[in-house]
């Protein structure tokens, strides 16, 4: 379908309406391939018109001219639960010159789940009257899984807020910067934020957001606190949300958990950067031996397009703590967790790791996984940091092997030896500040931390590696993500190194001047066992030139957790009973961790 035309008129509108729809499944998507051309094309956009409502939902726009070709668009519909029609409206102000034109439209998983036989098993609900055998984790999340909301039917409202009308028993932190924001419909800044919210997926529902505009600035931060929940016992207690990071300058949206109230707690989930005009789901499996409370916190990013949405947060399996509204305190003559000289009674083999404060005993490939397997995270606590911005001055567990072999023999060496070590823009030399980052790349400010390896030390060829304590076991998805800093006129090299016990390779390497900003990297680590990654800096010809590295994060790097309920339909069992998606087969990517994904055999 298309428009063609060449005349003068004042606002006028063509309009394209869909046939009637009765109802979608919480998965759908629509997507449509379109052609906007010309030197005043104008505007078009994609509105829900749903019955009973009278203000229709913009779901998509495209504002200009965006050039002689055809782009796709996905719209992301989710359950729409009353009937509803689509209406494509492009609107020409005045003078009009180009071409508009739809192909190719595509409902995807827009039918509700089929009925079942049967529903067995501790993790399947059975729906009341659609008869749709679907998973426990989606019983109470706010969304109509069934299709006749019997999902959603006599669940505990302290445990879940899809605030249309205000925060629940939600609260806005007052030690953060500035608090998040309610509101329907989309956010002030175009090309930014969510349109709709996800209860209803129209513009009348509310959602909670963060505006990135004046006079937010960067790294500026807003925390919503839940309320004080008990220990879960012997079950796991399940926190599900749906999030919202569309915009060029999303910066990053975390979760914490905390047991003690003027502590930051420990991080249980972080994602940064666009993901897209969508909402997404993320569910999150907590324990505490303490009563604890979750923080959903959000950080501007450099820009007004980074608007960070939040919508129908639930808990599963938890228990609200009622005794006290407030966590005990830190004393300021503690550091918190007393971690015991000698080890307690246990009954560990020497192939056994010792929990410090328990005595629980692990296996040793558990300990620094990147998983906490012990209660009191004594697992991963000689273990290189998930994310470490070098803000404390701490190193987060990286260290120079030469460096402390050097120490016990030769101590006045050390301070002409070509090494790695913290540094700031504040504390330059006046000849560095040509070639050494001025600002850090965490606050961005003189006064921020990152490493770097000075090169006013050693000769040229000389190196300087930092390497990770030995990571027990990753997972297939595990990547790493630093930013780097590499200029002046003979800087030398930057390489990423992969050490298992005698064998060491490349997976990484940067040479030369790349410029005077921070420019990210991004490492595919996926499955290893007992191995160090090393960053190795090489110098070049003279001291006109520092390698630097900031934000190092390990993204998904804990091991696969084998589950107790069988593969679906859509999944392939491995070897080792874990389910991953038939799409993941023969990709040659070792998705199971044991392999047998890839086995010639299928």
């Known amino acids: 379908m298309f428009i063609l035309k060449k005349s003068n008129s004042i606002s006028q509108i063509a309009r394209l309406r869909s046939p009637k729809f009765r109802q979608t499944g919480p998965n ?20 829900l018109l749903v019955d009973g409502l009278k203000q229709p939902t913009v779901l998509w726009r495209t504002y200009y001219n965006e050039g002689s070709q055809w782009l796709r668009a996905v719209v992301q519909l989710g359950s729409l639960p009353h009937p509803f029609q689509f209406s494509l409206d492009k609107i020409s102000l005045g003078f009009y010159e180009g071409v508009s034109a739809i192909d190719d439209i595509t409902f995807e998983s827009c039918a509700l789940p089929p009925p079942a036989l049967s529903c067995e098993g501790p993790n399947h609900f059975w729906c009341r009257d659609t008869k749709a055998c679907i998973d426990r984790l989606l019983v109470c999340d706010l969304v109509d899984d069934c299709g006749d909301g019997s999902d959603e039917d006599s669940c505990d409202p302290d445990l879940q807020c899809n605030f249309e009308n205000g925060l629940c028993n939600w609260e806005q932190d007052v030690q953060d910067d500035f608090d998040w924001i309610r509101i329907r419909g989309p956010t002030p800044t175009v090309n930014t934020g969510p349109l709709k919210d996800h209860t209803t997926g129209t513009a009348r529902g509310h959602y909670l957001y963060l505006e990135s505009s004046e006079p937010r600035q960067f790294r500026d931060t807003a925390a919503l606190l839940s309320p004080l929940f008990h220990p879960s016992g012997n079950g796991t207690c399940v926190f599900r949300f749906h999030y919202h990071m569309f915009g060029k300058e999303v910066y990053k949206l975390s979760v914490f958990q905390r047991t003690v109230s003027n502590a930051k707690g420990w991080l249980l989930w972080y994602k940064f950067g666009n993901q897209g005009n969508r909402w997404i789901r993320q569910t999150l499996f907590i324990s505490s031996s303490k009563p604890f409370q979750i923080l959903v916190k959000g950080i501007i990013g450099d820009g007004f397009t980074g608007d960070i949405g939040l919508d129908d947060v639930s808990f599963l399996g938890c228990t609200l703590y009622n005794g006290k509204r407030n966590l005990p305190t830190i004393s300021t003559t503690t550091s918190g967790t007393s971690v015991p000289a000698t080890l307690p009674m246990n009954n560990c083999t020497e192939k056994e790791f010792v929990c410090r404060a328990s005595g629980h005993c692990i296996q040793m490939i558990q300990k620094c ?35 402390e072999q050097m120490s016990e023999n030769y101590s006045i060496l050390i301070t002409k030896t070509f090494k790695w070590q913290l540094g700031r823009g504040a504390n330059l030399y006046p000849e560095q500040e040509q070639h050494c980052p001025l600002i850090d790349h965490t606050t961005c400010t003189e006064e921020g931390w990152y490493l770097f390896a000075d090169s006013s030390n050693g ?41 298992s016990s005698n064998k060491t390779s490349k997976l990484w390497t940067q040479r030369g001047s790349q410029g005077p900003q921070w420019n990210r990297a991004e490492v595919f680590l996926g499955i290893h066992s007992n191995f160090q990654v090393i ?56 998705d199971c961790e044991d392999n047998s994904d890839e086995s010639p055999s299928i």
């Not at 759908?28 to 509105?47: D, H, I, K």
């Open 369 to 403: 996984d990147f998983r906490l397997d012990c209660p009191d995270k004594s697992d991963e606590s000689a273990c290189v940091i998930e994310v470490c911005d070098f803000e404390d001055k701490d190193l987060c567990g990286w260290h120079q092997p030469v460096l």
């Open 28 to 47: 759908c998507t629509l997507s449509f391939w379109y052609y906007n051309y010309g030197p005043s094309v104008g505007a078009a956009e994609l509105q």
């Open 535 to 590: 960053f190795r800096a090489k110098r070049g010809v003279s001291y006109m030139g520092d390698v630097a590295v900031d934000d190092i994060t390990f993204e998904d790097c804990s091991p696969l957790l084998i589950s107790d309920k069988p593969c679906t339909s859509e999944e392939f069992m491995c070897a080792n009973k874990y389910c991953i998606p038939k799409n993941n087969l023969c990709d040659f990517v070792n």
């Open 459 to 499: 000769e040229f060829g000389h190196t300087a590696d930092i390497a990770t304590p030995v990571i027990s076991l990753t997972g297939p998805k595990c990547k790493m993500i630093f930013w780097n800093h590499m200029n002046g006129s003979t800087v030398g090299s930057l390489e990423v190194l992969y050490k």
